[in-house]
């Protein structure tokens, strides 16, 4: 059924570059193809071309606006058979319709074309525009409304009652890849048959325009009508709707509400909760003329709570109290009313009660229908005659109305002690090169000492501020152009600052010589370094006496092809670029149940007199963050509560927290306090099996200024889902971050410097969230603290390196043990295998590979199971000195000391930081390489072993002497035959775990 919404999708077909010759004469004719929605557009064919250029502008329907996320764009690429000897397939490209952006966010993508079977050889890359633009809906016909599908088939041409060609499922192209090539090489034949049956009706159409009824006359025309427009049977869509999961972007994704969660995971990996639910709509007095207002009172033993007053409005109030907690077996419902009196005191009065029994009270579970609230009449021996409208039913967490309810674990309706999600604003890297200045209104020099001026360009976003290198020009030469061809790279946040202020100033005379504000919403976005980015020149405004002080040449952009790192590297959680084009369909699904905490210390006092622990639980990953509810004055809250994330990478790390809640409650002041951290769990993904549940306990270790303290346990459930085992082991190959990180790298200085931008970004706006997440929590998830001077982690990255050198120190050891005859036997049988290797040379490769695989299946018996948890030992909390310890929790810069040793200080700090962050990566590689071994990371060892067992085969079968001169040849390749991305090897070793995830 068609969305009266309007909807258009337009799809620009740029150009081509680097197509493969296949008409036989070393070029190509293309013209492509494009499908979506059963709707077919063919372009131009762009004759002998392998770089063709159409710069067309195709348009579509959109028949339903809410499952476009769900439908795929397919362009294929065909070489047209008048120009060669046959017509054949150049490529193809599909685009989820999850990446579609509305008109005004669109850019340049190029898409690398993909081949049809094993046995295509395609090369080259396509370059598309894709969005889509929302139209009025048009006046409704009654005779189109009665009757859309009989309009649709009136409309429609005569081809359409033949059906595609190419319209073999692809599974059945995977079956039979042999006879492919030449299926390949046949279907364009008959598409090009269909095509010249359906070309515009300038060129014979058998469609005559008076046939189509008005309601139903096709829209503009576009220049390119469709070849074939097929409707798709209604149950085949909705069965391609359950099959594949919607790509959805990061608004619709990470904003869904915990209802929607909680529907999609259904509580499977924690405990039902059964909780009391009343739900008190309204009253009916018998006395209508009665003033004052109404409330009601709930009670079950020592529990009692009041709705709101109200004087003539209803209350429709949820109420949700804990079953375990509960501490009568029945439930008291009274309802009251309020009136001042004769002394303006207030004089309250019953109106009745209603007792209900807990042992009668029916249970639901979702999805069960809503309990439907009943008039109860009201005990009363005063007033009789009045009634109250409630539900009462016993449900669990997973019930809808708990989100909206009152809570008795948590407080009641306090907004901070409330289960809320979070999402970290959507970040850019905003790239402004400063080229040059022209025709600048420098103030006259009036001082002779000084030769000349010395400029610099100043970019200004919001708090962000850098500068350029100076420039020196002469006084007296205004006609002189300063040139600098420097990049300033900022971070901006949707919804983005409103301008991006630059500014020349005059380091001589301290003045700003003038400044252009340009609005961040109107600068171009692009996804590849491909498209290059138009200069402009901008006026230069001075003061109000200076209208203008000369222009600057200026190139900008919004960079959407990087991934903006907002978290500590070695932790990272999301790796997908900032373009929403090119954004990949979800490789699996991670479900969390936050079950509970045993054991929790006391962090705070009670009118002085108890310690309690008001605990709640953050998890990150992505940018997605979920808070549990606050469970107030327990040591063993029970949460049970289960959250959901789609997963791109599996080398991404999920980061649990602990906190104690402080924020919900003022002092006399009015001040809130400050959530204070209990603990802290980190689990890398790619350490999971597959569609396994891991419940586990975890202890939950602070570091204080006193010393290392153990707070408690957390009872976590975890479960990494994956439909496509084949699509995980292809993410294992591909590089991590996105292209531009390899193509046009930023500079480690960079790195840093936009990573904490990004990080202070990010907690300025959670904390601005209502009610906020709190500065020292965000800080704390994202570890914005790592690389601040630490004696104690620059310990623990020391003896990581000493850990992994330690196994070739057990090499020589033993080496020298056998030179020095410790063990006879052991001597013998070295000498036995050293005149094999000298007589049998090719069976060295072969045996020592054969020997890794033995060695990693026999560990795979022993490989860990239970995720690792932040490992006190390794990170060095227990051996720390005191001193250490202050100068760990000392602020930046420090002010134990006086000024001169204190810039000192704090410059051995950030040399020392960099020392530590270089101990770091260089442990980390070592123990990249012991997780090969190790099964933690068990696909990656998987595809090791298989390495293994294939690298001794043709060792064993080819001669070793072709293999060298083989790997010669590849080393000494030409360069237009290499990559200028990492290789598949390079790309699986960087994807290796580490244990900086376990360092505190």
Known sequence: MADSSGRKLFVEVCNAKNL????????????????????????????????????EKLEFLVHDVESMATEILEINLYNDKKTGKRSTFLGKVKIAGSTFVKAGSESLIYYPLEKRSVFSQIKGEIGIKVYYVDDDPPAADPAAEKKPEEAKAEVAPPAEEKPPVDTKPEEEKKEEPKAE????????????????????????????????????????????????????????????????????????????????????????????????????????????????????????GTHSIKTKSQSDKDWDQVFAFDKESLNSGSLEVSVWTEAKGENEQCVETCLGTVSFDLQEVPKRVPPDSPLAPQWYSLESETLPGNDIMLAVWIGTQADEAFQEAWQSDSGGLIPETRAKVYLSPKLWYLRLTVIQTQDLQLPSMTEAKVRGHELYV??????????????????????????????????????????????????????????????????ERRADDITETKSRWFN??????????????????????????????????????????????????????I??????????????????????????????????????????????????????????????????????????????????????????????????????????????????????????????????????????????????????????????????????????????????????VVQFMLDSDTHLWSMRRSKANWFRVVGCLTRAATLAKWLDGIRMWVHPPTTVLVHILLVAVILCPHLVLPTIFMYAFLILALKFRHRQRVPFNMDARLSHVEAVGVDELDEEFDGFPTTRSPDQIRIRYDRLRALAGRAQTLLGDVAAQGERLEALFSWRDPRATGIFAVFCLSASLIFYAVPFKILVLGYGFYYFRHPR?????????????????????QIL
Request: with cysteine; net charge positive; proline share 8%.
């Open 595 to 776: 079950r509970g905490a045993t054991n929790l210390l006391p962090v705070k006092t009670i009118d002085g007199t108890r310690g309690t622990t008001d605990a709640y639980v953050v998890a990150k990953y992505g940018p997605k963050w979920v808070r549990t509810r606050t469970i107030l004055d327990r040591f063993n809250p029970r949460w049970n509560e289960q959250y959901t994330w789609d997963v791109y990478d599996p080398c991404t790390v999920l980061t649990i927290s602990v906190f104690d809640n402080g924020r919900y409650k003022r002092d006399d002041a009015g001040k809130q306090g400050r959530d204070v951290r209990i603990g802290k769990l980190r689990v890398r993904l790619s350490t999971l099996d597959t569609n396994r549940v891991y419940l586990s306990s975890y202890s939950l270790t602070v570091l204080l200024p006193g010393g290392a303290k153990k707070m408690g346990e957390i009872e976590v459930a975890i479960r990494f889902s994956c439909s496509s085992w084949l699509n995980l082991i292809q993410v294992y190959t591909n590089p991590m971050l996105p292209r531009m990180h390899y193509i046009r790298p930023l500079t480690p200085s960079q790195q840093d410097i936009l990573r904490h931008t990004a990080m202070r970004i990010v907690t300025a706006r959670l904390t601005r969230s209502e009610p906020p997440l709190g500065q020292e």
């Open 181 to 300: 090539e030449k299926k390949e090489e046949e279907k364009p034949k008959d598409e090009i048959k269909e095509e010249e049956k359906t070309k515009p009706p300038a060129e014979g159409s058998n469609v005559k325009p008076e046939e189509a009824p008005p309601a139903a006359s096709p829209p503009a025309e576009v220049g390119n009508p469709p070849l074939a427009h097929n409707e798709k049977p209604k149950s085949q869509k909705d069965n391609s709707e359950t099959a594949k999961q919607p790509d959805l972007s990061v608004n619709e994704l990470e904003l869904r509400s915990l209802a929607n969660d909680r529907s999609r995971s259904a509580y499977d990996l924690v405990d039902r909760m059964p909780f009391l639910y009343v739900r008190v709509v309204k009253a009916k007095r018998a006395n209508k003329e009665s003033n004052g207002t109404i409330y009601a009172k709930l009670a079950i």
């Open 458 to 523: 100043k970019g200004q976003l919001g708090p962000q501020l850098f500068k350029t290198s100076r420039t020196s020009m002469g006084s007296s030469s205004n006609s002189a152009n300063p040139t600098w061809n420097e990049d300033l790279v900022f971070v901006a946040a949707e919804p983005f600052e409103p301008f991006l202020v630059v500014t020349v100033e005059d380091v001589t005379t301290g003045q700003p010589v003038g400044h252009v504000k340009i609005p961040v919403a109107s600068i």
């Open 977 to 997: 035959f290499r990559d200028d991305m990492p290789s598949v090897s390079m790309n699986i070793f960087r994807r290796l775990p580490s244990v900086s995830d």
């Open 20 to 55: 493969m010759p296949k008409d036989g004469q070393g070029t190509a004719s293309a013209y492509a193809i494009i499908d979506f929605d059963g709707q077919r557009r063919r372009t131009k064919t762009k004759f002998r071309d392998l770089n063709p250029q159409w710069d």
């Open 540 to 593: 230069l405004v001075g003061d109000e006496n200076k209208p203008y002080t000369g222009r600057i040449h200026l190139k900008v952009c919004l960079e959407g092809g990087y991934h903006v790192l907002d978290e500590a590297a070695h932790v990272t959680s999301d790796v997908r670029p900032a373009a929403k084009q090119l954004a990949k369909a979800p490789i699996g699904l991670l479900e969390v149940g």
